[in-house]
């Protein structure tokens, strides 16, 4: 009986052990599934990153070569800030793309392929703005005229391609091996219904739980991608448009407060004349207060013109070697007369001061308009302090302001006691026109006449600022390393007094400007031989010898003023040449300094003021 119970049991167990045997099967079978369909949801983010690094890649290589065509075109330095952040990310890109691919052979090869064409690529940009930024546009736009760059950016193109459709093939292959996985997983939990009741139930609601998760999941990424996609391209025709917007803005109030300012001057120049015409029509020659007042109409015209060529960083500037200690010290007299002596006047000048390569005028008059600023910051007196200093600027603060290489600077810092200014104001401070002084005390363009004039120096500016606590403008000269002698700049002499013996050649392509010109000349005692154009001033050279100097305008039709000085001393070496102009990028300077030896007025000139630079120029 007892051998028959146990026969019974084992009868009876064996279904039950079957079943919980075939249970255990199909739960190491889960398990393993589970596991491998973990391992293909990682592939398949893999796969994400991998499309993500890749088109990223594209993106930045294809930046790089809009800058690279927008700074040639322009000469802009800001064009280049989207070729320094793809220099700067592109190496870390396509590390991450050769991680991703390295335990793929193809993957691997491609990968490699992609970062040897990128990197010709970059070289083959930056050998480009190299030759350009040595005056050689001639060698860089041979090197773009090549084809080698288009070549490159075909090759970039065909491997990243190549790279994206084998990535799609893995993808799909991998989003199949999923669903037949899941096919496994509910036949498995089917079969587990009929061998085991209660626990094939079981298994089959779990596997059902989990199979939907894995759907949604997966559709949720899939819906997740594309609304991404979609927010992205929203985003940059967005961006796109407020940086238009923006560009039309700031045009526009350029535009307006020219406009603004010529308009008044023009208004004192014009009435003034009329006024005179008037006067003079009735025998009245009592009109020295409106000559006065058209003059100084002008000047102020020419002033705001200076400024408007200041802030574009594209007035001719003539650097020499300067101690930034002397020339503070040389303006305590002149900063006295301007403030006040409401105003107290302190200096901290550093010891063993560096040497700074700038336009000397230029900076006196950017300590001078900092100074005026503070004054007029400090209506009820106040403590104006100049400090200069040795600074070196460190990577940490280049990285944080990407147009400032890091390196050895003379700083020259105006700090007032004043009101100080609000951060949204500090913000606004280098905008042309912007200012916030009543209407008549102030044009608004100081500050952007000081900012272009220590861009074009190759420096950096930088104000800090308090409402109640003073302001802080630090200007940043880089350190200059050549001959430490300090150039002495030359004496202005005045008018001679003896009767002037030379002859000048005027060459002036406008008719009224030649003509008030040599005027001017012939009333400071000159004889004066004038041109209207380059081939008729080769002409009059050659039947006039005798001629002591070459006076030509810069922008004229056919032969420019620089060609013509060129001629004119191959066949007369020991003719003496000055150029005017009121505005030629690149004819006589580059990179807005002038070339060595180039004597420069710039339009419009006093009489006074090209009496003295023909003097320099003829005595020199």
Known sequence: MLERIKGILRVQLLPLMAGFIILAAIIAAQGLLIQRQRHDNAAVRQ???????????????????????????????????????????????????????????????????????????????????ERYNASDAAGALALVRSNRGKVLMDEIRVVIAEMRQDENALLQARIADAGRIADWLRYASI??????????????????????EIVTAHAELTAANKLLSDEIATREEAEARVRQMQKIEAVGQLTGGIAHDFNNMLAIIVSALNLIQRKLARGDT??????????????????????????????????????ANRLVAGMSDLLRRALGESI?????????????HVDASQLENALLNLAVNARDAMPDGGKLTIETANIFLDQLYASHH????????????????????????????????????????????????????????????AIYSEPGQGTTVKIYLPRHFGDNEEAEPKDEKAEPARKPSETILVVEDDERVRTVTVEALRELGYRVIQ??????????????????????????????????????????????????TGFARNAVSHNGLLDHGVNFIAKPFSIEQLARKIREVLDG
């Not at 109409?297 to 020499?320: H, K, W, Y």
């Open 344 to 356: 107290l006047i302190e200096t901290v000048l550093a010891g063993g001061l560096w040497k700074t």
């Open 191 to 212: 079969a587990a219904v009929f061998a085991v009741l209660g626990l094939g139930v079981f298994s089959v609601v779990q596997s059902r739980r989990r199979i939907r």
């Open 531 to 580: 041109a209207g154009s380059a081939a008729e001033a080769l002409r009059k050279l050659e039947t006039h010898p005798a001629v002591s100097l070459l006076f030509t305008d810069i922008v004229m039709p056919g032969v420019s003023g620089r060609k013509l000085a060129d001629q004119a001393l191959a066949a007369h070496p020991g003719l003496k040449t000055l150029f005017t």
């Open 402 to 461: 990407s147009e400032v290489p890091a390196g050895q600077y003379v700083l020259v810092a105006v700090t007032d006691t004043g009101s100080g200014m609000p951060p949204d104001i500090v913000a606004k401070a280098f905008d042309p026109f912007f200012t916030t002084k009543t209407a008549g005390k102030g044009t608004g363009l100081g500050l952007s006449q000081i900012f272009g004039f220590v861009k074009q120096s190759r420096g950096h500016v």
């Open 286 to 323: 009592d009109i020295g207060k409106f000559l006065d007042a058209a003059v100084d109409g002008a000047d102020r015209a020419a002033n705001l013109t200076a400024r408007l060529l200041a802030f574009s960083r594209q007035q001719p500037l003539a650097p020499r070697t300067i101690d």
């Open 47 to 129: 796969a994400f990153e991998f499309e993500r690094r890749i088109v990223q890649t594209l993106s930045l290589i294809q930046d790089a070569e809009s800058a690279q065509r927008g700074f040639l075109l322009t000469n802009e330095g800001a064009y280049l800030l989207p070729y320094t952040r793809a220099v700067q990310e592109l190496p870390a890109e396509i590390e991450a793309i050769r991680q991703l691919a390295a335990r793929d052979p193809k993957r691997a090869s491609q990968a490699a392929m992609l970062s040897d064409a990128v990197h010709d690529r970059l070289a083959e940009l930056a050998e480009t703005i």
